[in-house]
């Protein structure tokens, strides 16, 4: 517990107050359609849709608010899409989308009120270039030393307009790894020899031949922590804020920015991950055969995005309340969630995204 915690702990502890609350005592509220719609320049977009219930109903309402039946206009640039229900909420509207595009979305259901948004698909914005360095340095003020990975991705923001980006770090790992080794035994494959490391099957082969050989392994793909404290752009706290347990964390790993200090320049992000280390005990040239027969490739992958303002302010609301540490303690108010859904609640908002491999770091576990 931080110093200031303990003595606003020390300061409350001496005072006493009473505040009575029912639920019974809420006005009424009618549930309101909950949609979510991300457009982007893919060949499929995904539509959510499912209904809130209000707090005073909430332990005589059923729980499945999932909507199977909704009825829903996706008009890109005018033209209208057919919408394939999926099941347990979920549809897709198929079909390329390209950048500046224009999504205009309606949704109905049964009992409930109508809702409509619209969005636009950002242009692209690609990184320029990409490198990678070890550095030393803290997570935060309060914590000890560490060594990171440091990616630094450099793009040009536009000039003319306000513009908001996400940053994200993917990781491909292989958790598993076993080659098979057969031959033709009167007829029938058998096994005979199996590998754990295909450098191993490939220092294998060169003196044992066999008829066929069969891979099984397991490609663990995730995102990863990026620690901001190299990068302003996405760690505005102080030492300050640390004293009074505030943080700067992200969600899902989405790391959300604007160009307000940027505007119009050429900039470098520096982005903190940890040191990248392959479990596989491998050598140059058998990645590269996994990669080239398998299709198997480990490595990190920065993606990039550019996205609608809409895109921003609603992942920006859940950042906020996630790190207000106060509010959570009751102290101060939560931020409401942001929706640009007319009548109702969620998101209708564009991205356009661009993945950039980056050079394997140093120290992976290649020979």
């Known amino acids: 517990m931080k110093k200031i915690f303990f003595l606003l702990f020390l ?3 001496v005072m006493s107050c009473k505040d009575d609350f029912s639920v019974s005592n809420l006005p009424d509220a009618k549930p309101k359609l909950v949609v979510y719609c ?11 849709v499912s209904r809130s219930i209000p707090l005073k109903q909430y332990n005589t309402t059923e729980k499945n608010v999932m909507i199977d039946d909704a009825v829903i206009s996706y008009q890109l640039n005018g033209q209208t899409r057919t919408v394939t229900a999926l099941g347990n909420g979920r549809y897709r509207v198929v079909g390329q989308q390209k950048a500046g595009d224009k999504v205009q979305l309606r ?12 969005t636009e698909i950002p242009q692209p914005i690609g990184i320029s270039n990409i490198t990678t360095r070890m550095v030393r340095m803290k997570r935060d003020p309060s914590a000890n030393v560490e060594d990171f990975l440091q990616l630094q991705a450099t793009f040009t923001d536009p000039a003319q307009t306000h513009d908001y980006y996400a940053v994200r770090v993917k990781s491909k790992k292989l958790r598993y790894l076993y080659v098979a080794c057969f031959k033709n035994m009167g007829g029938y494959m058998q096994e005979v020899m199996s590998y754990y490391s295909y450098a191993d099957y490939m ?4 003196s044992n031949s066999y008829d066929s050989v069969a891979v099984r392994y397991d490609l663990v793909t995730e995102y ?10 996405l760690n505005p706290l102080s030492d300050i804020d640390d004293d009074f347990d505030f943080s700067s964390d992200f969600y899902k790993q989405f790391y959300v920015f604007d160009d307000a ?8 992000l520096r982005l903190n ?4 280390t392959g479990i596989r005990d491998e050598t140059k040239e058998s990645l590269a055969e996994l990669k080239t027969k398998y299709g198997i490739e480990e490595g990190l992958q920065l993606e990039f995005y550019h996205i609608a303002p809409a895109y921003y302010r609603f992942l920006q609301a859940l950042n906020d309340v996630s790190n207000n540490s106060l509010a959570q303690a009751g102290l101060s108010n939560i931020r409401t969630t ?14 356009n995204m661009d993945p950039s491999p980056f050079p394997s770091p140093k120290g992976r576990g290649v020979k």
Do not use: H, W
């Open 224 to 233: 990863i922590p990026i620690s901001t404290a190299s990068e302003p752009l």
């Open 273 to 276: 991950v940890e040191p990248y």
């Open 203 to 206: 220092e294998g082969r060169k």
């Open 38 to 48: 991300m457009p982007s320049t893919s060949d499929t977009t995904y539509i959510t």
């Open 107 to 118: 949704v109905e259901a049964q009992g409930l009120e109508a809702v409509e948004s619209s």
């Open 11 to 13: 300061a409350l502890s």
């Open 261 to 268: 200090t940027i505007n119009g320049k050429t900039y470098t």
């Open 338 to 351: 942001y929706s640009n859904m007319l009548n109702g609640m969620g998101i209708c908002a564009g991205f």
